[in-house]
């Protein structure tokens, strides 16, 4: 029989982490009793979510209406981004912000419904999430999902813009005399100056240039070490889930012992009532023989003595 396996998914994910293990076991054993073999692989497969994963997952699954507004708003972003409209791009960033806070607040009141005290709840990063979202297509899909396992991050906000450069005008007194007596200086300072604003500028875009490729190495060494780290996370997590089914085995193993220990001991206690009914029956039966051999012995001596 088939299993509902994508609204079990739903139920997981939907529900606070803390109780996702054992949920997870429950789906798994149920689709196991079903005979639904791939359900349960991919019910075993899905991995616990994070707190602050979790409150956007719930997001995603309660108010679906609000993650499609967050991807066309990112669309919007990116758009004017490229297009570089200012007054565009000044507008959708204070949208965003307005929008972004909005959906943390809808958020953080599906989650204290759900059974989870606001304090406990890491609202930075569920920020940090849905604003990565705004700027990564990527991320919005994974959100959109309500599977997210961990919560997002994003270093900036679309692309670097070039930097906007003042032209040097003031100029000193006796240039600025010569400017008004000699026909030929005028034009020979625009010159210069538009050679030193072309060199400034270079300068800068070398800066900006060599500040973005630090900046990438150093995310790209967190990245590693993020990695590693996830790696190492779920492997002891795989680990800690074994060894929790183990347990569990163990503690079946045990209530099995126990009831057919509890089932002997119940016979037992029984035979035992039953040997002692026929201790006593046996006493009574002794005695009264007793009695009778001392009637007969009295009955001789009566008799011996006539």
């Known amino acids: 029989m088939a299993t509902d396996t994508d609204g079990s998914v739903r ?3 939907e529900e606070p982490p803390d109780g996702f293990v054992a949920a997870r076991s429950a789906a798994i054993a149920e689709a196991r009793k079903a005979g639904d073999r791939d359900a349960a692989r991919r019910l075993a497969a899905l991995k616990k979510p994070t707190v602050a994963a979790w409150v956007v997952n719930l997001l995603a699954i309660k108010r679906p209406d609000l993650i499609d507004e967050l991807v066309e708003l ?3 972003l990116r758009a004017a981004q490229r297009d570089l409209k200012g007054d565009q791009l000044r507008e959708l960033s204070t949208q965003r912000r307005q929008f972004v806070s909005a959906l943390v607040a809808a958020a953080r009141k599906l989650a204290v419904a759900a059974g989870t005290p606001a304090a406990r709840l890491p609202l930075g990063e569920v920020e940090a999430t849905l604003t990565a979202a705004l700027a990564e297509p990527e991320i919005a899909s994974q959100v959109r999902t ?4 961990r919560a997002a991050t994003y270093a900036g906000f679309g692309e670097v813009p070039r930097p906007r450069l003042r032209l040097v005008t003031d100029l000193p007194d006796e240039a600025a005399a010569d400017e008004d007596t000699d026909d030929g200086e005028p034009e020979a300072r625009v010159t210069a100056r ?11 875009e070398e800066q900006r240039r060599r500040e973005v490729e630090r900046r990438r190495r150093e995310l790209e060494r967190e990245m590693g070490v993020a990695t590693a780290a996830e790696r190492r996370a779920d492997a002891q997590l795989e680990r800690a ?3 929790e089914r183990d347990a569990g085995h163990l503690v079946e193993d045990l209530d099995a012992e126990l009831a057919e220990l509890e089932r002997r001991r119940t016979e037992a206690v029984a035979d035992v009532a039953r040997r002692k009914l ?3 029956t ?3 039966e002794a005695a009264a023989a007793r009695r009778r051999v001392g009637d007969v012995q009295a009955a001789l001596d009566d008799l011996t003595a006539d």
Do not use: H, W
């Open 278 to 280: 026929a201790r006593r």
């Open 146 to 149: 309500g599977r997210l396992i």
């Open 11 to 13: 139920r997981l994910y």
């Open 282 to 284: 046996a006493e009574r």
């Open 194 to 204: 538009e050679k030193a604003v072309a060199e400034q500028r270079r300068r800068e």
């Open 241 to 243: 889930e074994a060894a």
């Open 74 to 76: 990112s669309s919007a």
